[in-house]
């Protein structure tokens, strides 16, 4: 009637292995929804000045990034050595800024869009030329809201 062993020493029962898998893809999962993915390479070098005075920007999926900077030394040879401006992936002229603000005002909700901000990522090297016209193009396009991104300043000058 009993299932008890004799001299009292029961074995130790099997580790289940059924949950594994259940736990693999939850994992799986997870990393693939907080991952986010470089929205595009830098082509130029961008060095940003520091600051002492600095805002984060929230919604950072209501921001255009436009870099503005020399290429670097892969890209040299194709584009030069004059600072150049890099919309999204590309390497683009100022006339390329309203085409690439309309694109990214189409992806983002209409009760939104007044939200959007344009970021400018300037390298310290850069004369304020190429930035008086990319700031001209952006006023004449309608994104009036401009943002300049530097780096905390370490110690005080």
């Keep these: 009637m009993s ?5 009292g020493q029961k074995e130790d029962p099997e580790v289940s292995t059924a949950s594994l898998p259940d736990i693999i893809f939850m994992l799986l999962f ?20 520091q600051a002492t005075e600095l805002t984060k920007l929230q919604e950072k999926s209501l921001v255009n990034y436009i870099h503005i900077g020399r290429p670097t030394k892969n890209y ?39 939200k959007i901000t344009t970021s ?11 930035v008086t016209d990319v700031k001209e193009k952006l006023r004449k ?13 370490t110690e005080d000058l």
């Design 3 to 7: 299932k008890f062993k004799p001299g």
């Design 30 to 49: 997870f990393f693939m929804v907080v991952t986010v993915m470089r929205e595009s390479e830098l082509k130029i070098r961008v060095s940003t000045p």
């Design 76 to 114: 040299q040879e194709q584009y030069g050595t004059s600072p150049k401006i890099q919309l999204g992936d590309k390497i683009s002229d100022i006339e390329d800024i309203p085409l690439f603000l309309e694109n990214h005002k189409t992806s983002v909700p209409e009760k939104l869009q007044f």
């Design 120 to 130: 400018l990522k300037v390298d310290s090297d850069v004369t304020m030329g190429i």
């Design 141 to 153: 396009s309608g994104q009036l809201k401009v943002n300049y991104s530097a780096k905390k300043r």
